[in-house]
């Protein structure tokens, strides 16, 4: 009976682990405090890098409970080989171009005369969301903006947060991100793209359906969703989810 008591005192608390896109990470830390504050006993574990390469380690069998994406697609292909559930939408988010803090801020239509250019490559969402906004720009512009800001492009980058480190770090002049790393990131600053350009940019998360824990990751989804998940959310820039 003693060993026994000793066995269940020695229990650690209950993980959850969720992986999610690397634009996530400030918003979901916040969630993780919060969400062990209202469930004693449980330690969320989190992991960040681009939703393409989360989406590829879950197709060979990552072991985690929620995935977090940065786009649909990434889930849906996900979906399709029975590895989630269905995908919610939980959050939105914008696109700005982002320059060092004070230099001057770049608008889309002088996008091509804003020096070095970084951006996401097409097979992340980031990437994605930029090539529409270009695509979208380009009917307004024409083609030889088309022309010139790939021109400007030095760099394509494997997730929003190492786009955002060239022009942190002085490598480059501008970068097209989220509106949210920009926000959280020291030393630059963004501005936002017309609004009739850009394209819609919605985040969606689901249940691995070999989840560990499913009581659990349905519980965390619930969060997300929900008032407080919402709040917090909010509260590091991003938009509804609906």
């Known amino acids: 009976m003693i060993?026994?008591?000793?066995?269940?005192?020695s229990r650690g608390p209950t993980p959850v682990v969720v992986v999610?896109?690397?634009?996530?990470?400030?918003?979901?830390?916040?969630?993780?405090?919060?969400?062990?504050?209202?469930?004693?006993?449980?330690?969320?574990?989190?992991?960040f890098a681009g939703s393409q390469t989360l989406?590829?380690?879950?197709?060979?069998?990552?072991?985690a409970d929620v995935f977090a994406s940065a786009d649909l697609e990434h889930l849906s292909g996900l979906q399709a080989e029975g590895r989630v559930g269905e995908p919610r939408a939980f959050a939105g988010n914008a696109l700005v171009v982002a320059v060092r803090e004070g230099h001057e801020?770049?608008?889309i239509a002088s996008l091509p005369h804003a020096g070095s250019l970084v951006v996401g490559v097409p097979e992340v969402?980031?990437?994605?969301?930029?090539?529409?906004?270009?695509d979208a720009a380009t009917a307004r512009y024409g083609d030889p903006w088309r022309d010139a800001v790939e021109r400007a492009v030095v760099s394509r980058e494997g997730n929003v947060r190492?786009?955002?480190?060239?022009?942190?770090?002085?490598?480059a002049d501008?970068?097209?991100?989220?509106?949210?790393?920009?926000?959280?990131?020291?030393?630059?600053?963004?501005?936002?793209?017309?609004?009739?350009?850009?394209?819609?940019?919605?985040?969606?998360?689901?249940?691995?359906?070999d989840s560990p824990q499913p009581e659990l990751a349905a519980?965390?989804?619930?969060?997300?969703?929900?008032?407080?998940?919402?709040?917090?959310?909010?509260a590091r820039g991003f938009l509804g989810g609906e």
């Open 162 to 171: 190492l786009v955002l480190a060239k022009v942190a770090a002085g490598e």
């Open 174 to 209: 501008a970068a097209v991100v989220y509106a949210t790393d920009a926000a959280a990131v020291p030393g630059v600053v963004g501005s936002p793209v017309p609004a009739d350009l850009a394209p819609s940019i919605r985040y969606h998360h689901a249940r691995l359906t």
């Open 55 to 63: 989406a590829t380690q879950i197709h060979h069998g990552l072991p």
């Open 125 to 134: 969402p980031v990437g994605r969301y930029t090539i529409a906004l270009l």
């Open 219 to 234: 519980r965390w989804l619930a969060f997300v969703e929900g008032p407080e998940g919402q709040r917090l959310l909010a």
């Open 105 to 107: 801020p770049v608008a």
């Open 20 to 47: 999610a896109a690397s634009s996530l990470t400030e918003a979901f830390g916040d969630l993780e405090q919060a969400f062990e504050a209202q469930n004693p006993g449980v330690d969320v574990q989190l992991s």
């Open 3 to 9: 060993a026994l008591l000793v066995l269940g005192c």
